[in-house]
């Protein structure tokens, strides 16, 4: 169906649609609201709450007034009813002035500030000519609202020609999820909240359930590897070699490994655990044993310095027993990198650790036979497959992936459906919990006394700020500003360092390097330290707008310090609230994610941009989907009566992420 026979859109706003992918009036269908104005509802003024949106009905005490402040417009005017009265004001807008009249009643919707007397006001409000639940969009750049919400309502006067069922009739009935047709005429335009609810659970349901299949459809049946026999003494040999003996966690998961690499199918395992719990340990273990057996093992690093770190870790404990370790980086010397590539392609190194590098082209494997990937969502599935198919003959390498971002099981099901997943769940003995304290703005200069006290006695520190710059749109402290405003006031005496994620790569890797060797004092940066920075020395951690950040990346961004035996402290600059405090009383990364997946819901948790379509977005909190859509796989898939609804289920899987099945097929 061609979007053009839509009332109102002509060529440039058809072009402006095509850029953001929406070419059909089926494509248009599929944009989801980013949420609803609930205008049905209508709050006295004496009981609304600041940051709360809500709408209120009354009159306007005068005529509205339009003035200038600073080059800038803006329309004042009071709306009261019978129980008070709240100010308003319209920035940049003075046709207001001339649309509202003290005469009629007004709707409005907003959300109510205090301004810095502290009394409450409603900028910018709307008005409201329907009592409906209103849909917002995030719409293309050029579009107006009102526009596209005006497109949306003819589109659905189509919806029936142009939107087919994507869930059979019997995993409906099981599961009493309504029809898709109605469901996307709730979410578009829902008759009430009850409705709504019955939609966005449909529609939830169906995204998780396809993505789930695709994962399945890009694993495949698995392919044939190299069988790895690891002899019981050789993991016993390696763990005698370390200061420290394993945990039962760790002898566990190594066990799932050997037994994994043993066979003759192919390795496919996440290894998830919290930070220090020896994932890497582990890791070099499955290396060792591949060594010993005369293969060849690879793992990849998200970072430059990360890479350095593991091959001195490897290297210290690696190379007493006789296994050669090697570096590919991609922004080696011409020379240095010929010797890296000789040494891999010949088998000279039967360890070899980078980056994306070892990815690119030219780079042979003598016998590759175990590929491990370290921070399991910095490296999709594409970039698995595609170290994959760097063994030599038509064996695949066995596939380990190392996550130290904590997720709840039954989350990791879905997430990983392309993996087996192991749990390292314990911590080994003797290390000292981090000390975390909530810090309101008030004890800022006692908290940077503590940070130069802890300086001079030779100790470090990361300030972490949740934007590079300082943004009109977002009240919260900016790195470059934190960094400008520490080096000429508080903090001058000491040696100060910034990285953020847009910054040079070169410049970002200097800096964390020389952080790293002890020659700064305090880091500041943003969350681009979350990963991989391993700095025994750092011992305090300051988050600035604390409650700008996710709990379990807190949590990550805490275990950046407490990696030494030293006492060492995470200060949350923000006021007090419940997430905070649950992250003050345990450093569990597990509970912490169970709590931030209960708070936030697996949307919000996981976060839209990290697996770009949104899977999650529409869960609404409910979390009990996750275990539902996971079961409902599985019964499609064994049970031999729903084999007609699985190849309906894999075929609607196919078509909703044909782009991302057909990117991983072409690597």
Same mark, same amino acid.
């Given at each position: 169906?061609?979007?053009?026979?839509?009332?109102?859109?002509?060529?440039?706003?058809?072009?402006?649609?095509?850029?953001?992918?929406?070419?059909?009036?089926?494509?248009?269908?599929?944009?989801?609201?980013?949420?609803?104005?609930?205008? &049905?509802?209508?709050?006295?003024?004496?009981?609304?709450?600041?940051?709360?949106?809500?709408?209120?009905?009354?009159?306007?005490?005068?005529?509205?007034?339009?003035?200038?402040?600073?080059?800038?417009?803006?329309?004042?005017?009071?709306?009261?009813?019978?129980?008070?009265?709240?100010?308003?004001?319209?920035?940049?807008?003075?046709?207001?002035?001339?649309?509202?009249?003290?005469? $009629?009643?007004?709707?409005?919707?907003?959300?109510? $500030?205090?301004?810095?007397?502290?009394?409450?006001?409603?900028?910018?409000?709307?008005?409201?000519?329907?009592?409906? /639940?209103?849909?917002?969009?995030?719409?293309?750049?050029?579009?107006?609202? %009102?526009?596209?919400?005006?497109?949306?309502?003819?589109?659905?006067?189509?919806?029936?020609?142009?939107?087919?069922?994507?869930?059979?009739?019997?995993?409906?009935?099981?599961?009493?999820?309504?029809? +898709?047709?109605? =469901?996307?005429?709730?979410?578009?335009?829902?008759?009430?909240?009850?409705?709504?609810?019955?939609?966005?659970?449909?529609?939830?349901?169906?995204?998780?359930?396809?993505?789930?299949?695709?994962?399945?459809?890009?694993?495949?049946?698995?392919?044939?590897?190299?069988?790895?026999?690891?002899?019981?003494?050789?993991?016993?040999?390696?763990?005698?070699?370390?200061?420290?003996?394993? &945990?039962?966690?760790?002898?566990?998961?190594?066990?799932?490994?050997?037994?994994?690499?043993?066979?003759?199918? =192919?390795?496919?395992?996440?290894?998830?655990?919290?930070?220090?719990?020896?994932?890497?340990?582990?890791?070099?273990?499955?290396?060792?044993?591949?060594?010993?057996?005369?293969?060849?093992?690879?793992?990849?690093?998200?970072?430059?310095?990360?890479?350095?770190?593991?091959?001195?870790?490897?290297?210290?404990?690696?190379?007493?027993?006789?296994?050669?370790?090697?570096?590919?980086?991609?922004?080696?010397?011409?020379?240095?990198?010929?010797?890296?590539?000789?040494?891999?392609?010949?088998?000279?190194?039967?360890?070899?650790?980078?980056?994306?590098?070892?990815? !690119?082209?030219?780079? $042979?494997?003598?016998?590759?036979?175990?590929?491990?990937?370290?921070?399991?969502? +910095?490296?999709?599935?594409?970039?698995?497959?595609?170290?994959?198919?760097?063994? #030599?003959?038509?064996? @695949?390498?066995?596939?380990?992936?190392?996550?130290?971002?904590?997720?709840?099981?039954?989350?990791?099901?879905?997430?990983?459906?392309?993996?087996?997943?192991?749990?390292?769940? @314990?911590?080994?003995?003797?290390?000292?919990?981090?000390?975390?304290?909530?810090?309101?703005? #008030?004890?800022?200069?006692?908290?940077?006394?503590?940070?130069?006290?802890? %300086?001079?006695?030779?100790?470090?520190?990361?300030?972490?700020?949740?934007?590079?710059?300082?943004?009109?749109?977002?009240?919260?402290?900016?790195?470059?500003?934190?960094?400008?405003?520490?080096?000429?006031?508080?903090?001058?005496? /000491?040696?100060?360092?910034?990285?953020?994620?847009?910054?040079?790569?070169?410049?970002?890797?200097?800096?964390?390097?020389?952080?790293?060797?002890?020659?700064?004092?305090?880091?500041?940066?943003?969350?681009?330290?979350?990963?991989?920075?391993?700095?025994?020395?750092?011992?305090?951690?300051?988050?600035?707008?604390?409650?700008?950040?996710?709990?379990?990346?807190?949590?990550?961004?805490?275990?950046?310090?407490?990696?030494?035996?030293?006492? #060492?402290?995470?200060?949350? /600059?923000? @006021?007090?609230?419940? +997430? /905070?405090?649950?992250?003050?009383?345990?450093?569990?990364?597990?509970?912490?994610?169970?709590?931030?997946?209960?708070?936030?819901?697996?949307?919000?948790?996981?976060?839209?941009?990290?697996?770009?379509?949104?899977?999650?977005?529409?869960?609404?909190?409910? !979390?009990?989907?996750?275990?539902?859509?996971?079961?409902?796989?599985?019964?499609?898939?064994?049970?031999?009566?729903?084999?007609?609804?699985?190849?309906?289920?894999?075929?609607?899987?196919?078509?909703?992420?044909?782009?991302?099945?057909?990117?991983?097929?072409?690597?």
């Amino acid at each position: 169906m061609d979007l053009k026979d839509l009332r109102g859109l002509g060529a440039a706003r058809l072009a402006q649609l095509e850029k953001s992918d929406i070419r059909t009036i089926y494509d248009l269908l599929q944009v989801m609201p980013s949420g609803y104005r609930d205008t &049905t509802i209508v709050t006295p003024i004496k009981e609304i709450e600041p940051g709360k949106f809500c709408c209120v009905r009354g009159y306007l005490k005068a005529a509205p007034k339009a003035s200038y402040f600073h080059g800038m417009g803006r329309v004042n005017a009071t709306l009261q009813d019978d129980t008070g009265a709240l100010p308003l004001i319209w920035f940049n807008q003075p046709w207001i002035a001339k649309q509202l009249s003290p005469e $009629e009643e007004l709707l409005l919707s907003g959300v109510p $500030e205090r301004d810095k007397q502290g009394r409450l006001r409603m900028n910018s409000p709307k008005r409201e000519t329907v009592q409906a /639940l209103v849909p917002e969009y995030r719409v293309p750049a050029g579009i107006p609202s %009102a526009a596209f919400r005006q497109w949306m309502a003819e589109a659905l006067k189509e919806l029936d020609a142009c939107c087919p069922e994507t869930l059979p009739p019997a995993l409906r009935m099981r599961y009493s999820l309504c029809e +898709r047709n109605f =469901a996307l005429r709730q979410i578009h335009a829902p008759e009430s909240r009850e409705m709504l609810a019955i939609a966005q659970r449909r529609m939830a349901f169906e995204q998780l359930l396809l993505y789930q299949a695709a994962l399945s459809l890009l694993r495949g049946a698995p392919g044939k590897a190299p069988a790895i026999p690891i002899q019981t003494e050789d993991g016993e040999a390696f763990w005698r070699s370390l200061p420290f003996p394993p &945990t039962k966690a760790q002898s566990r998961v190594f066990g799932e490994i050997c037994r994994d690499m043993g066979g003759s199918t =192919a390795m496919r395992r996440m290894v998830q655990g919290d930070v220090g719990c020896g994932k890497t340990a582990i890791a070099f273990a499955a290396m060792y044993c591949c060594a010993k057996a005369g293969l060849q093992s690879a793992l990849m690093a998200p970072t430059e310095i990360l890479a350095r770190q593991h091959l001195e870790s490897a290297k210290a404990m690696l190379e007493p027993l006789g296994i050669r370790c090697g570096l590919l980086l991609g922004g080696m010397k011409a020379k240095e990198r010929r010797e890296a590539l000789e040494a891999i392609r010949a088998g000279a190194w039967q360890v070899v650790i980078g980056t994306h590098a070892l990815l !690119s082209e030219g780079v $042979e494997y003598g016998n590759l036979a175990l590929v491990i990937t370290d921070e399991q969502h +910095r490296f999709g599935v594409e970039q698995r497959q595609r170290l994959s198919r760097k063994s #030599s003959g038509e064996l @695949e390498p066995h596939v380990l992936v190392m996550s130290a971002t904590p997720i709840p099981r039954s989350l990791a099901l879905v997430l990983y459906g392309d993996l087996d997943i192991s749990v390292v769940d @314990e911590l080994p003995p003797g290390r000292t919990p981090v000390q975390t304290r909530i810090v309101p703005e #008030s004890k800022r200069e006692g908290l940077y006394e503590f940070i130069r006290r802890q %300086a001079a006695a030779g100790w470090q520190a990361y300030i972490v700020c949740p934007l590079v710059e300082e943004s009109d749109a977002i009240e919260a402290k900016s790195a470059q500003d934190v960094y400008a405003e520490l080096c000429e006031g508080p903090l001058n005496d /000491l040696r100060l360092g910034l990285t953020y994620g847009g910054q040079d790569n070169e410049e970002k890797e200097r800096t964390l390097a020389a952080f790293s060797r002890g020659e700064m004092d305090v880091l500041v940066a943003t969350t681009v330290i979350e990963v991989g920075v391993n700095v025994p020395r750092a011992t305090v951690m300051v988050i600035e707008n604390a409650d700008r950040f996710g709990l379990s990346q807190l949590h990550q961004l805490r275990g950046r310090v407490g990696r030494g035996a030293q006492e #060492s402290w995470c200060f949350l /600059l923000a @006021e007090p609230n419940e +997430r /905070l405090r649950a992250l003050c009383a345990t450093n569990d990364g597990f509970e912490i994610a169970r709590k931030d997946l209960e708070l936030r819901g697996p949307g919000e948790f996981l976060g839209t941009a990290q697996h770009g379509q949104g899977v999650f977005a529409a869960l609404n909190g409910d !979390s009990r989907l996750i275990a539902e859509t996971h079961e409902s796989l599985k019964w499609l898939q064994t049970d031999p009566e729903q084999a007609e609804a699985w190849q309906m289920v894999q075929s609607s899987a196919q078509e909703m992420f044909r782009e991302q099945l057909q990117r991983v097929a072409l690597n």
